[in-house]
C-alpha cells in the first residue's frame, strides 16, 4: 500500500474528474472550508492531512503533478522541479515555480506558478521518475545552473554526483553538446569546474563554495588519514596537506548520525576529541570546526579560516 504521506503518490484530483464523478463547485468549495480538502493549485485537490504533513519539497512535487495533468500540450518536468523525484537537496532552491519543458520544442507559456520551457531534447534527456517524465540527472543538474544561485546549483550537482546519478564526464558532455548557448547559463561552467562528488552534505558542498567565493586554496574533501601500515583511522571533511590543516564541517545531524544506541551527545564529542588527538599525532594537523550558522557571517568566518590556514605562530597546534 503506498504510504499516504508519499507525495508521489498522494491521491490527486483535478476539478474536471471531480465534475465527471458528479461533484459540483459548490460540493468541492464546502470540502475545501471545511479543512477535508486542500488544493495546492487551481483546479487540483488533495486530502488535508497528508497535505499539511508534507515538507516545502513535498508540496512541491505534488503541485508539479498537478501543473503535469493540466497542461495543454506535452511536458516533462525540468530544472529546480525535477530536483526533488530525483530525491535530491532543494536547499537554496525557489519552490514556489514549477520548471517544465514542452516536448514539442515550441515557445513555452507562463503563468502563475508555472514556467514551461522550450529546448532542445536529445535522446536520452528524458526518464521516467516515480512514473512522470522529468530530466535525466545530467541534464537536470544543468539546467538548475541557469535557474538558481551558483551555490544552490552546486549542492544539487554534488549530490548526484556524490549518489552516482551521473557523471563529471556525461554532464561536460551534456553541456557540450547545445547548453552552452542557453540563456542565463553563464555560470554553468563555474558550477561544471567546481563539481565534485567527495562532498556528502549540503553544508559540505556549500563549503566548497565558499572557498571558492573567498579565494582560498580549494580544500581536499575526504581526506584519509592513515598510520604508517596504511590502516585507515579517520577521514576528514576537507584538508590543506600543504598547510598543514583542516576542517571539521560540525552540526546536529552529523552528531546524530555518529550515536549508537545507549551513547550520549557527549559521549560522541569525547570520541570525536580522541580521534581529533590521533589526527594530530599522525599528521600534525590543525583542526578548525565550522557550523552551518557559520556560513551566514563570511567575513568573520573568512577571517577565522585565513588564520588558521595561515597562522601567525607557523608553530601553532
Not at 11 to 25: F, I, N, S, V, Y
Not at 65 to 91: D, I, K, M, N, Y
Amino acid at each position: 500500500m503506498d504510504d499516504p504521506l508519499d507525495a508521489f503518490n498522494l491521491p490527486l484530483k483535478l476539478r474536471r474528474e471531480l465534475l465527471a464523478e458528479g461533484w459540483h463547485d459548490r460540493a468541492i468549495a464546502a470540502r475545501v472550508a471545511s479543512g477535508d480538502w486542500a488544493r495546492p493549485r487551481r483546479g487540483a485537490y488533495v486530502d488535508a492531512t497528508p497535505w499539511r504533513a508534507l515538507d516545502a519539497s513535498g508540496r512541491h512535487v505534488v503541485i508539479a503533478r498537478a501543473v503535469v495533468r493540466q497542461a495543454q500540450t506535452e511536458v516533462a518536468l525540468s530544472h529546480s522541479s525535477a530536483v526533488p523525484f530525483w530525491e535530491g537537496p532543494t536547499w537554496g532552491l525557489d519552490l514556489d515555480v514549477v520548471h517544465t519543458t514542452r516536448r514539442d520544442g515550441k515557445t513555452g507559456r507562463q503563468e502563475s506558478g508555472v514556467r514551461q520551457h522550450r529546448g532542445r531534447i536529445l535522446d536520452g534527456d528524458i526518464t521516467i521518475r516515480h512514473g512522470h517524465e522529468v530530466m535525466s540527472a545530467a541534464r537536470t543538474a544543468l539546467e538548475v545552473t541557469t535557474v538558481a544561485s551558483t551555490e544552490a546549483a552546486l549542492v544539487v550537482m554534488n549530490d548526484f554526483l556524490h549518489r552516482g546519478l551521473t557523471t563529471p564526464a556525461a554532464i561536460r558532455a551534456r553541456y557540450e553538446l547545445s547548453m552552452e548557448q542557453w540563456p542565463n547559463s553563464r555560470a554553468t561552467d563555474i558550477v561544471i569546474r567546481l563539481a565534485d562528488p567527495r562532498p556528502e552534505s549540503v553544508f559540505e558542498s556549500r563549503f566548497v563554495y565558499f572557498c571558492f567565493c573567498a579565494g582560498l586554496p580549494a580544500p581536499v574533501p575526504q581526506y584519509e588519514v592513515r598510520t604508517p601500515d596504511g590502516h585507515l583511522v579517520a577521514v576528514l571533511d576537507f584538508a590543506w596537506p600543504e598547510l598543514g590543516a583542516y576542517v571539521e564541517t560540525n552540526g546536529k545531524a552529523k552528531y546524530a548520525a555518529l550515536l549508537t544506541p545507549g551513547q550520549s551527545a557527549g559521549d560522541v564529542i569525547g570520541r570525536e576529541r580522541r580521534r581529533e588527538e590521533v589526527v594530530h599525532d599522525l599528521t600534525s594537523f590543525r583542526a578548525l570546526h565550522l557550523e552551518w550558522p557559520d556560513l551566514d557571517h563570511p567575513r568573520l568566518t573568512e577571517q577565522r579560516l585565513r588564520n588558521h590556514l595561515w597562522p601567525v605562530n607557523a608553530s601553532a597546534s
